[in-house]
């Protein structure tokens, strides 16, 4: 049945609306130009949008009231609403977002000095399935669009009231498996009409997707890369991450070595120290001769203990073996500190833990 423009909306047309964020620039002039508004209207609207993070129409005060009024019938203005949150001793901030469909996301601020970092998720859960990461345990809800990942950020700014200064896609979610929507985030978050935080000082964490990090080699920004290795031995990565086992360390150390050449960029390669699973000695040699040549950095985290899970960290008398060994190969390493190791760190920990409750 077809409707004319005269009938009133009806529920389900309200439910429809849709989110400013969602319209490009060419459909926001239209909409506007619809209402009848000058040009100039949508950068003043994109302003609201994007670098102030506007929760309401009613902010936008350059705005006609009556304008206000109009666009708050024809759209909404971002979904993300806070469920809960956690504080750590250590002055991090850790929230579980809620969507608009009620899917739920973490993102974390790590405040130090006059930096703000900044951890968001890609994707409501994940289908990767690592056997170490509580998201993984959960599988995928969905993959998260760029206005849901860019909003996280935008969250944490207004809420510590400070610049970030820079984020890492590494909350929940696997970003290459979401490579349109995370790039689009990346591009708002470095656009001077976005966030304006410098491309160096955006992350992006894959567990390794080659056809992607070559993609990403592709790209003209300098966003930084970080690969989770875990293990330069295929058997024991096979076991840790199942979800990446057709992507095999040969292959991978050959696109890596290509994202070099292409890019000149240093990657990052993850490691959590699991006990007795990736921090033997043979696992060394393995890293050592993974890394040994290339330029690639090595950042080495203590396993975050998930609850119901059998691995357990390594000591810290071995995690600094491995920076001196891999430093004897001419590869830095440093030991993360894990921020916020009261209050649910691990990616995935925290929406577990509000889903038992509930
Ligand atoms: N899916 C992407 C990015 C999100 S996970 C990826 O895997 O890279 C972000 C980082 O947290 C990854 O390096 C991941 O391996 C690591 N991680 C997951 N669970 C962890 C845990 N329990 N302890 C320490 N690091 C963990
Ligand atoms: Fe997904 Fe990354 Fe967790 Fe693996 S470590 S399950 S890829 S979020």
């Not at 579980?96 to 994707?123: F, H, I, N, W, Y």
């Not at 993959?143 to 700014?157: D, G, K, N």
């Not at 200064?165 to 790039?183: H, I, R």
Request: proline content about 3%.
């Amino acid at each position: 049945m077809s409707q004319d423009s005269t009938t009133p909306s009806t529920p389900e047309q309200i439910t429809e609306k849709r989110d400013l964020h969602s319209l490009t620039r060419g459909e926001l002039m239209e909409l506007l130009a619809e209402l009848g508004q000058p040009k100039f209207r949508a950068k003043q609207v994109e302003e609201w949008v994007w670098v102030k993070n506007a929760q309401s129409f009613d902010e936008m005060t350059n705005l006609p009231k009556s304008l206000r009024e109009e666009l708050a019938e024809r759209v909404t203005l971002g979904g993300i609403s806070e469920l809960t949150r956690q504080v750590s001793v250590d002055g991090s901030r850790k929230y579980l977002l809620s969507l608009s469909d009620g899917a739920s996301v973490e993102c974390v601020g790590m405040p130090s000095r006059a930096k703000l970092s900044v951890c968001a998720s890609t994707q409501a859960g994940c289908p990767m399935g690592c056997a170490f990461c509580a998201t993984g345990a959960a599988g995928l809800t969905r993959s998260l669009t760029a206005a849901e990942i860019y909003e996280q950020v935008m969250h944490v700014r207004d809420d510590f009231n400070t610049r970030v200064t820079s984020v890492v896609l590494m909350g929940q979610g696997e970003p290459f498996l979401n490579y349109d929507a995370t790039l689009a985030a990346l591009r708002r978050l470095n656009s001077s009409e976005g966030a304006g935080i410098g491309a160096r000082h955006l992350t992006v964490s894959t567990c390794g997707l080659i056809p992607q990090i070559m993609r990403f080699a592709n790209e003209p920004e300098q966003f930084t890369l970080a690969v989770s290795l875990h293990s330069a031995v295929q058997r024991t990565r096979n076991i840790l991450m199942p979800g990446v086992r057709k992507y095999s360390l040969i292959n991978l150390y050959n696109a890596m070595g290509e994202y070099v050449n292409k890019t000149g960029r240093r990657p990052t390669y993850e490691y959590a120290l699991i006990s007795g699973v990736n921090d033997t000695e043979s696992e060394l040699q393995a890293l050592c001769d993974f890394c040994e040549g290339t330029l690639a950095h090595v950042n080495l985290i203590q396993l975050n203990e998930v609850e119901g899970s059998k691995f357990r960290p390594s000591t810290d008398l071995r995690a600094e073996d491995f920076v001196r060994r891999l430093a004897s190969v001419g590869i830095e390493a440093t030991i993360r500190n894990s921020r916020g190791s009261d209050i649910d760190a691990a990616c995935g920990q925290l929406r577990q833990r509000i889903a038992k409750q509930s």
